[in-house]
């Protein structure tokens, strides 16, 4: 009797003493939107378990930042490697999240045998269209009801408001566009779909991406979101001419989501996020090696803020605000468009903690609840 006293004493003192769990980035902006992350292989296979645990502690959406685009997902033509997707999407079933998939039509990473016969000759439009059927149907159909949300055509306008020059529109035509979404819809008519590119605050994108989402609504095609990938620099885009897409995108009737969050701090090489852009490394453009200046760490807290105060603004338009990548050491910021460099572009630092002032804007969030 005594010895089951004293456990029982010492059960309550250990619960006491438990701190009070932490406020989470999802608790934080439950009221607003989703707050997501782009998942990579070793945190989708919890090689890095330690990042998966805390994905899922302040996440409520997920993307693969790589595994379920062309050239990996469906590396021979009919031959498909799940061997990532599927466990990424386990993941986010696990964790009861919202979860994305990038990205059916894309011009990078495309599988390299995609507009190509057996010659090497490009393929005609009916088989061009057989196959970007095939692609969308197999992997929307294979995950259906289970992503809730498609990137289905990524990147394909200019700045300047032209169609981008990509093999499906090379062969397919200006129809691409619509066919992606219809064979997306077909395939999981209660997913919803969206379009997604990188700098969206150009006028000339601006407009062709209104364009593009008045005349899918006008022939009855279904599109639910654009993704404004939002990878940004500490001087662009002005925050401004960003506004102005966000709310012209809304304004068409559709939401928006913050797609693929970051900000290098580092000296500009190239702006928007064409993955094909490649520099040779520079030691002057690697500024930071070892550790922020507090000056430049302040710089980018109050860049950090001043979107984060755009995005509160607008939450009645915004579903989700996904960073793309979990810490700054996975982040591709690092190597794009200049390899090896040391870059500080996300919400997490290199030793995995919340960066400071993401812990303030939790707090003052919760607090202000
Ligand atoms: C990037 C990944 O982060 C890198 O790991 C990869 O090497 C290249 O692609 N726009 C997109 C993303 O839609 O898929 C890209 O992701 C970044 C730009």
Redesign the pocket.
């Known amino acids: 009797m005594k010895r089951q006293l004293l456990w029982g004493i010492a059960l309550l003192a250990a619960a006491c003493s438990t701190p009070p769990a932490e406020p989470t980035l999802k608790e934080a902006f439950a009221d607003e939107f989703l707050v997501g992350t ?1 998942l ?1 292989a070793a945190q989708i296979m919890g090689q890095d378990r330690e990042a998966q645990v805390l994905i899922a502690t302040h996440f409520n959406s997920i993307v693969a ?2 595994c379920m ?1 062309s050239e990996e997902i469906q590396p021979e033509e009919g031959k498909f490697d799940f061997s990532l997707s599927d466990p990424f999407v386990a993941f986010g079933e696990e964790n009861d999240m919202f979860i994305i998939g ?2 059916l039509v ?1 011009h ?2 495309l599988a390299p045998w995609f507009p190509f016969d057996k010659e090497g000759n490009k393929v005609s439009r009916e088989v061009m269209i057989e196959r970007l059927k095939s692609h969308i149907t197999t992997l929307v159909s294979r995950y259906r009801g289970r992503i809730q949300g498609w ?1 289905v055509v ?2 394909a306008i200019l700045e300047d408001g032209t169609l981008r020059p990509t093999p499906f529109l090379e062969i397919i035509g200006e129809d691409y566009l619509e066919l992606a979404f219809q064979f997306a819809h077909e395939a999981d008519p209660d997913a919803e779909l969206y379009y ?1 590119d ?1 700098s969206m605050a150009s006028e000339g994108k601006r407009n062709r991406v209104v364009q593009l989402i008045r005349d899918l609504k006008a022939k009855g095609i279904r599109i639910d979101a654009v993704g404004m ?1 939002n ?1 940004m620099g500490m001087d662009y885009p002005a925050i401004e001419e960003f506004e102005k897409s966000l709310t012209a995108f809304a304004a068409e009737g559709v939401k928006v989501m913050i ?2 969050w970051d900000i290098t701090v580092l000296p500009t090489v190239r702006m928007g ?1 064409e ?1 094909s852009d490649r520099v040779a490394y520079a030691k002057q453009m690697n500024p930071y090696p070892d550790g922020m200046p507090d000056e430049v760490s302040q710089a980018w807290d109050e860049r950090l803020r001043s979107f984060v105060d755009l995005y509160e603004k607008h939450a009645d338009k915004i579903s989700r605000v996904t960073a ?2 979990f810490s700054d050491g996975d ?2 910021r690092n ?2 468009p200049m390899p090896g460099r040391t870059d500080y572009p996300l919400l997490f630092d290199r030793e995995k903690k919340l960066k400071p002032v993401v812990q303030e804007i939790i707090n003052e969030k919760i607090n202000n609840k």
Do not use: I, L, P
């Open positions: 782009a990579n930042e790589n685009k990038h990205t894309w990078s990473q990137d990524n990147e997604n990188y990938q990878h797609t693929e996020a993955v793309w990548g982040s591709w190597d794009w």
